[in-house]
């Protein structure tokens, strides 16, 4: 069983929808919690990070954090076509490790 | 463009050949890391420095592999006799500490 857990999709959702993308997992010392969006053949790019649980927010993201659930979400209000890509969750257990163990990405598409 | 940088950004190569790629990371940082990430997967964590120490491998990298970052700067990983198995996208992301990774473009490699 992987660590971390992401359904890969596609998840189809017309333009304006809210999207939310989910993650679990399995290590309870996991701390600090990330998602990365990615474009067809591109590098990870970082969207939110989230320290412990509770939500943060930014422009029409939001992310939440569950450590009682060992569960993650990011919300996407208004998707537009240019949200389609693949959205990575991410964690790790300690700021002074380098490793983040990360889900397999689900992929978005958000049709005009 | 002060982002991470890596070269080449595609590299096809024969099986048993050796291959080597270089990052460049954002000015400063004195982290870098190296990830592999192949077709519908997250990325996995290979290895990480701090400054020019190697402070952790995965066990990912086999015996082929080695990374070196001489100067605290620029790094390399070489894939010794490569094999099709080693085909997928290279990422190389650095930071300044803690968890928040900013990755490169990545260096897609093929092993025919």
């Known amino acids: 069983q992987k660590e971390v857990e992401q359904d890969p999709g596609p998840l189809s959702v017309p333009e304006g929808a809210i999207v939310s993308l989910n993650c679990t997992y399995s290590n309870s010392a996991f701390q600090y919690f990330m998602w990365y969006r990615q474009y067809s053949r591109k590098g990870p790019e970082l969207l939110m990070y989230t320290y412990s649980s509770g939500n943060k927010e930014d422009g029409r993201f939001t992310a939440q954090v569950d450590k009682s659930s060992k569960y993650i979400s990011l919300f996407i209000r208004d998707s537009q076509p240019s949200d389609s890509a693949t959205y990575l969750c991410?964690?790790?257990?300690?700021?002074?490790?380098?490793?983040?163990?990360f889900g397999q990405g689900t992929t978005l598409q958000v049709k005009p | 463009d002060t982002g991470v940088s890596q070269d080449p950004r595609h590299k096809i190569t024969k099986r048993g050949q050796n291959v080597t790629f270089r990052c460049d990371p954002i000015?400063?940082?004195?982290?870098l890391y190296w990830y592999r990430q192949t077709l519908g997967q997250g990325p996995e964590f290979l290895t990480y420095f701090q400054n020019e120490a190697q402070l952790e491998k995965s066990r990912l990298l086999s015996d082929r592999f080695s990374a070196e970052r001489p100067k605290g700067s620029f790094s390399t990983l070489e894939i010794q006799r490569t094999e099709q198995g080693d085909s997928a996208m290279y990422l190389c992301?650095?930071?300044?500490?803690?968890?928040?990774?900013?990755f490169g473009p990545g260096t897609r490699l093929t092993v025919l």
């Open positions: 992301a650095s930071s300044t500490g803690g968890d928040t990774q900013y």
């Open positions: 991410a964690m790790s257990a300690s700021s002074n490790t380098g490793k983040l163990i």
């Open positions: 000015s400063e940082h004195n982290r």
